[in-house]
């Protein structure tokens, strides 16, 4: 079996941007896909070129984004995707804990997402919350469009539309939220791709050696979660949009941490990989087992469930 050399490694990254492209010429839905994992190429290059090959890179797809889409969606490419996949590689570079790397990456690119888009909408009319309000109910005028067509009854027509115009504000009003957890995630996604692709070619000597199945958010971040509920349900104006968005972060954060545990367990029964499969699919299509894992995620906190803190306190 012959190994592969260097230069050969160096077009891993570039080959799959083209297959990626290719694939998004032939089936457009691609798209969102292509935007979440354009960071990976990005960094892989950063690792293994150095910044200043990376930068470079990001200067050209800005560039090709200037000519093809303009200046505002390529702007946004640098805010979201070039200082996601920059951030990402330098932290990996240091040797930072891979929650580390994810929680900074994410909360970097999404405070610059967000002042990009104020800037983009500051000279305009419509607000960002506004721009946001309105193509959330352009999404649900479509899914009523649906309704109708199926045969759904004109009443349940319109006791839908009702509650998409109730809710229509709320969502807007925790943009900030879901932008963040859309970066937290696409940070986590293009991390593990990344770990993935530079350990099957170079060890994985950058990378901690920490298990997701072992992760355990900061013990403190109970009192945002706490503080932000008593928010929400009590406050008004300003003071309960804040608290939904900080509510709706922390939510997510012990949703995984609640993930966390449950892959822990599944992996220390031994549990087959089908079974894993059909439990997570049922995890993601039901809000209750959300909402338990969630709680799973905070409850952790005092239970010890994994027992990690009693093990980690023995070993001082």
């Known amino acids: 079996m012959t190994e592969s050399t260097p230069n050969q490694n160096f077009l891993v990254p570039i080959v799959l941007v083209f297959v990626l492209f290719l694939a998004l010429a032939i089936f457009p839905p691609l798209g969102a896909?292509?935007?979440?994992?354009?960071?990976?190429?990005?960094?892989?290059?950063?690792?293994?070129?150095?910044?200043?090959?990376?930068?470079?890179?990001?200067?050209?797809?800005?560039?090709?984004?200037?000519?093809?889409?303009?200046?505002?969606?390529?702007?946004?490419?640098?805010?979201?995707?070039?200082?996601?996949?920059?951030?990402?590689?330098?932290?990996?570079?240091?040797?930072?804990?891979?929650?580390?790397?994810?929680?900074?990456?994410?909360?970097?690119?999404s405070l610059v997402s967000l002042v990009v888009l104020m800037v983009l909408f500051g000279d305009q009319e419509t607000s960002v919350k506004v721009f946001f309000e309105e193509q959330i109910r352009a999404h649900f005028a479509q899914s009523m469009k649906s309704f109708e067509s199926i045969g759904e009854s004109p009443a349940e027509v319109a006791s839908m539309k009702a509650f998409a115009e109730r809710t229509a504000e709320s969502f807007a009003g925790s943009y900030p939220a879901f932008l963040f957890i859309g970066s937290l995630i696409s940070t986590a996604a293009n991390y593990a791709l990344v770990r993935i692709a530079w350990t099957r070619l170079y060890g994985s000597g950058l990378f901690s050696e920490g298990k997701f199945s072992e992760w355990i958010c900061l013990e403190n971040l109970v009192w945002l979660f706490i503080g932000s509920g008593v928010a929400l349900f009590i406050g008004q104006g300003e003071i309960e949009e804040a608290g939904l968005n900080v509510f709706l972060v922390m939510l997510f954060i012990y949703f995984i941490q609640g993930l966390s545990i449950v892959v822990y367990f599944l992996k220390a029964r031994n549990v087959q990989v089908f079974f894993w499969f059909v439990l997570f699919i049922l995890i993601f299509v039901q809000p209750l087992l959300i909402g338990l894992v969630a709680g799973l995620g905070v409850f952790d906190i005092w239970a010890d469930f994994r027992k990690l803190r009693i093990a980690s306190a023995e070993d001082i």
Do not use: H, N, W
């Open 33 to 109: 896909l292509i935007g979440v994992l354009s960071p990976f190429p990005l960094v892989f290059v950063a690792l293994q070129k150095g910044r200043q090959v990376s930068i470079a890179l990001m200067a050209l797809v800005f560039v090709t984004l200037l000519l093809l889409v303009g200046a505002d969606q390529a702007t946004l490419f640098l805010a979201e995707y070039a200082l996601l996949a920059l951030l990402l590689g330098e932290m990996i570079r240091y040797r930072l804990s891979a929650d580390r790397c994810i929680a900074l990456s994410a909360v970097v690119t």
